[in-house]
């Protein structure tokens, strides 16, 4: 929590090369050097010289970014005000979620499920959209979410969960399941249900942050799935993404449905709690 940021550069260090002060850049919650095998490969969350920025504090009106070479991308400009909370999405939850399509081998013409539809779950629809797919499934029982979800791609929406979801997916994908699914939500439930959603062959790209999850060795074995997951390589992604915000290709900042004030941030993890908002931006 808190990781996520964007601003403008006030200072650099004296190792610092491609970027200065004055400069609107985007981050990720790891710091990277972008130079390292594991890097280089793409995998910049487990940086061989990773540091967690959000350990940081991005709640705040400064922060100090470790590595920033590796881990900060500059935006072609400053940008308008109505960029930001797109530019903001692309630090994490849509990072995230564009991670979690790329794992799950999201291609143009497949069928994809999404099984959670906070901002992450939200933002994988837009991806999986972007990368192609030809119906999108988005699992989702609240209905500002559902409207998100259809606004970013969905095809299709399905309210069930557990084995009525899985029959429910199954209807829409020819009987098989989906190629793709993502899962963006961490716990028993929701990684059961997308490895069960997901066809013999295919791929879950599970983003969501676990929580005592235990994968029962034959079910995974008879599943016969690829499973890709992780803390997402969020600096993979970010030129790709700032562009096509820059460019008004995409507008995941549309899930910032609250905005409040630095000092006001009990306030906003109150109303994604209680499920009034889908997520807070916070301003300086
Ligand atoms: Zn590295």
Known sequence: MGHEYCGIVEEVGPAVRSVKPGQFVVGSFFASDNTCPICQAGYQSRCVHSHYVGAGGAQAPRLRVPLADGTLVAAPDLPSDELIPSLLATSDVLGTGWFGA????????????????G?????????????????????????????????????????????????????????????????????????????????????????????????????????EVHLLGGPAPVRRFLPELIDLVWNGKINPGKVFDLTLPLDQVAEGYRAMDERRAIKTLLRP
């Open 102 to 117: 790329d794992a799950a081998n999201v291609q143009p013409g497949k069928m994809v499920a999404v099984v959670g539809d």
């Open 119 to 223: 901002a992450v779950g939200l933002c994988a629809v837009l991806a999986a959209k972007q990368l192609g797919a030809e119906r999108i499934i988005a699992m989702s029982r609240h209905e500002a979410r559902q409207k998100l979800a259809l606004e970013f791609g969905a095809t299709d929406l399905v309210t069930e969960r557990g084995d009525e979801g899985v029959a429910r997916i199954k209807d829409l994908t020819d009987g098989l399941g989906a190629h793709s699914v993502i899962e963006a939500v961490g716990t028993q439930e929701s990684m059961t249900q997308a490895i069960r959603s997901t066809r013999p062959g295919g791929h879950v790209g599970f983003v969501g942050v676990s929580h005592g999850v235990q994968l029962p060795g034959r079910d995974l074995f008879y599943a």
